[in-house]
C-alpha cells in the first residue's frame, strides 16, 4: 500500500491500487477537506483509517471531482462534511445514480467479491454546489474551485491549493481517458484553458501526478484522435470517444 504522498505544504494525495486512484487530502488548521470519497463505503471507510494518520481533525469539507461513482459512492462515509461539486455533479448523481447503483450490484467486468459493497450504496451528492468557480476558506487555507467548460462529464472541476492542482478525470495518467460520458471537441478546450492556469503539479483522477507538458499532450492527443490522426487513443477508446462526437 502507498503511503500518503505530500506533493506541497500539508497538501497529500493516496494513489490506490483499486483503479489507480488518487485521492486528495490537504491538512488545515481547522481540519481536513478530502477530494473525491472512492467507489463505495468500503473503500470509504478505508480511506477514513488512512486519513487518521495525517491529523485527527474531522474531515470539515469533502470535494467531488466529478459525479463518476468511483469518485462519489463513498460520500455518505462523511457525515459531517459539507460536500462541495459543481450543479452539474449533483444533478448526475441525483438522475443516474441509483440506476448505476443497480447495474454496478451486476457488473461482471467488476471483481465479483467487490459487487456487494454496492448494496450498501446511499447517493449522497453535493449540498453546496456552483456554476463557474467559487472559493472556500478552511483553516486559514483558500482553496480555489472553478468550472472551464464540459470534458470527461458535464461537470468536472479544478481544484487549486496553492500551486496543486486536482484535475480530476479531466487529465489521465497511465490509462487513456475515458469518453463514457465525455464531450470530446469540448474537452480539448477545457484542457486549454486549464492548461493555462498551470503552475504546479497536476494530480490527476487516475495515475500518476503530472505537469502541464502532459495537460497540453493530453489537449492535442484527444484533438489528434477526434480529427483521425495518429493518438494513444485506439480500440474500443476511440470508438467511444467517436460515438460522443
Ligand atoms: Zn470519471
Redesign the pocket.
Known amino acids: 500500500m502507498q503511503p500518503w504522498d505530500e506533493i506541497g505544504d500539508r497538501i497529500f494525495r493516496r494513489r490506490y491500487p483499486e483503479l489507480d486512484q488518487n485521492i486528495g487530502a490537504i491538512v488545515t488548521d481547522d481540519g481536513l477537506v478530502v477530494i473525491d470519497s472512492r467507489s463505495h463505503p468500503h473503500h470509504a471507510r478505508i480511506l477514513r483509517g488512512d486519513l487518521t494518520r495525517l491529523s485527527p481533525l474531522p474531515v470539515r469539507w469533502l470535494i467531488n471531482t466529478?459525479e463518476?461513482w468511483?469518485?462519489t459512492f463513498g460520500n455518505q462515509l462523511f457525515p459531517e462534511a459539507v460536500i462541495v461539486g459543481h450543479t452539474n455533479c449533483r444533478r448526475g448523481l441525483l438522475s443516474a445514480g441509483p440506476e448505476l447503483v443497480a447495474e454496478l450490484k451486476q457488473a461482471d467486468w467488476f471483481p465479483a467479491e467487490e459487487r456487494h459493497h454496492f448494496d450498501e450504496v446511499e447517493i449522497v451528492p453535493p449540498t453546496l454546489v456552483f456554476d463557474g468557480e467559487t472559493r472556500l476558506w478552511a483553516g486559514g487555507r483558500e482553496f480555489r474551485l472553478s468550472y472551464h467548460g464540459r470534458g470527461?462529464?458535464d461537470g468536472d472541476i479544478v481544484i487549486f491549493i496553492d500551486d496543486v492542482m486536482f484535475a480530476g478525470?479531466l487529465v489521465e495518467e497511465g490509462g487513456p481517458p475515458?469518453f463514457g460520458d465525455s464531450y470530446p471537441r469540448e474537452w480539448v478546450d477545457t484542457l486549454r484553458v486549464m492548461a493555462d492556469l498551470v503552475t504546479g503539479p497536476v494530480v490527476p483522477?487516475h495515475g500518476d501526478v503530472v505537469d502541464r507538458a502532459h495537460v497540453v499532450w493530453q489537449a492535442y492527443d484527444i484533438g489528434a484522435a477526434i480529427a483521425g490522426e495518429p493518438s494513444s487513443i485506439t480500440g474500443p477508446h476511440l470508438d467511444t470517444l467517436r460515438s460522443r462526437l
Do not use: L, Q
Request: zero cysteines; charged letters at 20%; a negative charge.
Open positions: 466529478h463518476h468511483d469518485h470527461h462529464t478525470d475515458n483522477g
